[in-house]
């Protein structure tokens, strides 16, 4: 059952995405972060795999490209804020760079 993040659980998993180059959206319980990449292969690339993970998990991202840039925003839309899981494929993401 995935439930919205608590005010500690928001401190230990959100403080090290925010390091991270995370940010919390303006008016809205959700965190973005755009990638840059080298061309329009590495960050389609590496949407690709980001998709394969946010599909297993069945936690979607939104995001957007052009070109070598992908912009991201994470939330649970089914409990209208953020859970772990946002936290789990944000780190994800960042694992998946390079
Ligand atoms: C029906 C389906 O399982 C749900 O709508 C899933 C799909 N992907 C999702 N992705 C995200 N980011 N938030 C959700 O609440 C969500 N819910």
Redesign the pocket.
Known sequence: M?EKLSDTGRKTVLEPLFATGWEMVEDRDAIRKTFKFDDFTAAFGWMTRAAMYAEKW?????WSNVYNTVEVT??????GGLSS??AKLARKMDGLIG
């Open positions: 995935t069945n936690h979607h991202p939104e994470l939330s649970t839309h089914d409990v899981l946002d």
